[in-house]
T-cell receptor, first 112, second 112 residues
């Protein structure tokens, strides 16, 4: 059973701080990794994708991937109250057709 | 450019009934995947449709079935509804199942 693990949180950070969200996965053959943001009662919104080891930056977001350790992380710099949401880590299953395996999500709360 | 659209947004059904949910993919996308998201959980893959065929299926019973039309839109059918089928049903589209997946706004199904 291929799995994606995330701390459920809540992760509470003050406004302006860096939020660090982590994810581990079991499918060693996976090559594609995604972070989705989900506001309460809404659907997941893609915010980052990463395919190679190392860092990928997009605005205030940085995704980090270490395939050897089977570890993915998301850093949010200058956190804002509007970043308060659940962040879902998703891994594309190896050998499949874009089947995504999701973690249960980490709830982030940014307080003023 | 229209994103992924789903209908209806909310639905209440009685145990034992049947339900049909609908999804139109993002413009330019030809692959539709369906996910079930229970409260507090990450989305779980139900199945994926490409070229009007079910290409991959997750661990869901045969009560869950689907269809894809020539215009790439898709339907999810659930027969003999159980209380445990209450969830947010999400449709995600991509191109040939190889690109990033984008979600629709979801259908909230409540079985009473």
């Amino acid at each position: 059973q291929k799995e994606v693990e995330q701390n459920s949180g809540p992760l509470s950070v003050p406004e302006g701080a860096i939020a660090s969200l982590n994810c581990t996965y079991s499918d060693r053959g996976s090559q594609s990794f995604f972070w989705y943001r989900q506001y309460s009662g809404k659907s997941p919104e893609l915010i980052m994708s990463i395919y190679s080891n190392g860092d990928k930056e997009d605005g205030r977001f940085t995704a980090q991937l270490n395939k050897a350790s089977q570890y993915v992380s998301l850093l949010i710099r200058d956190s804002q109250p509007s970043d308060s949401a659940t962040y879902l880590c998703a891994v594309r299953e190896s050998g499949g057709y874009n089947k995504l395996i999701f973690g249960a999500g980490t709830r982030l709360a940014v307080h003023p | 450019d229209a994103g992924v659209t789903q209908s209806p947004t909310h639905l209440i059904k009685t145990r034992g009934q049947q339900v049909t949910l609908r999804c139109s993919p993002k413009s330019g996308h030809d692959t539709v995947s369906w996910y079930q998201q229970a409260l507090g959980q990450g989305p779980q893959f139900i199945f994926q449709y490409y070229e009007e065929e079910e290409r991959q299926r997750g661990n869901f019973p045969d009560r869950f079935s689907g269809h894809q039309f020539p215009n790439y839109s898709s339907e999810l059918n659930v027969n003999a509804l159980l209380l445990g089928d209450s969830a947010l049903y999400l449709c995600a589209s991509s191109f040939q199942g190889r690109t990033e997946a984008f979600f629709g706004q979801g259908t909230r199904l409540t079985v009473v």
